[in-house]
């Protein structure tokens, strides 16, 4: 079966840094990898993807994640974090082949900016 | 268009009850998953359902059942509840099956008393 693991639980930062989320995955086969952001009171949105391709990915609010196979790692960047970063940040990884176990979630980072 | 929309969003029962949850996919979307959030398990997937079939299925007990309707919506029952089974029940729909993009709605809030 399938994991996720995130490192850290819960990152605080101040607004302007840089911000880097850790994921790495287990599953020895080809996968499709994501980024869900829940903020505040809100339902998952999706940050970003990665199919195949160019294992530098852009999502939305100038987020990125860099695939790196051979880590089996799949971590979050943003040069510059702002105070309406603060949310839930999950990594998850499903199989390309079809996800007979769906999604697989990490447990999730709690990231709060400080203004 | 219109996202995913689930129904009720707040759900209180008691132990031994049964509920059933309502999901609504996005327009066009045949793939409907559903996954159960809890702060000490995260979020564990349960099932997926396209074209009124499951798919498949999570490692959660026979309690939890499911179906897909031929408009794509799709329904979520739990029997016998037990105080474990509070959590936020999350549908996700996407267009395909398998490997797709899946958009979220903003979930069921379930406490059992």
């Known amino acids: 079966a399938q994991s996720v693991s995130q490192h850290n639980h819960h990152v605080i930062l101040s607004e302007a840094a840089s911000l880097e989320l850790g994921c790495n995955y287990s599953y020895g086969g080809t996968v499709n990898l994501f980024w869900y952001v829940q903020y505040p009171g809100q339902h998952l949105q999706l940050l970003l993807k990665?199919?195949?391709?160019?294992?530098l990915v852009k999502g939305i609010k100038g987020f990125e994640a860099e695939f790196i196979k051979s880590k089996f790692s799949f971590n979050l960047r943003k040069p510059s974090v702002q105070w309406s970063d603060t949310a839930e940040y999950f990594c998850?990884?499903?199989?390309?082949?079809?996800?007979?176990?769906?999604?697989?979630f990490g447990k999730g980072t709690h990231l709060i900016i400080q203004p | 268009k219109a996202g995913v929309t689930q129904t009720p969003r707040y759900l209180i029962k008691t132990r031994g009850q049964q509920v059933t949850l309502s999901c609504s996919p996005i327009?066009?979307?045949?793939?409907v998953s559903w996954y159960q959030q809890t702060p000490g398990q995260g979020l564990q997937f349960l099932f997926e359902?396209?074209?009124?079939?499951?798919?498949n299925k999570g490692n959660f007990p026979g309690r939890f059942s499911g179906r897909q309707f031929s408009n794509s919506r799709s329904e979520m029952n739990v029997s016998t509840l037990e105080l474990g089974d509070s959590a936020l029940y999350l549908c996700?729909?996407?267009?395909?099956?398998?490997?797709?993009?899946?958009?979220f709605g903003p979930g069921t809030r379930l406490t059992v008393l």
């Open positions: 990665y199919f195949s391709g160019d294992p």
């Open positions: 998850a990884v499903t199989n390309s082949g079809g996800g007979a176990d769906g999604l697989t």
């Open positions: 996700a729909s996407s267009f395909d099956s398998g490997p797709d993009t899946q958009y």
């Open positions: 327009s066009g979307h045949r793939s």
């Open positions: 359902y396209f074209s009124e079939t499951q798919r």
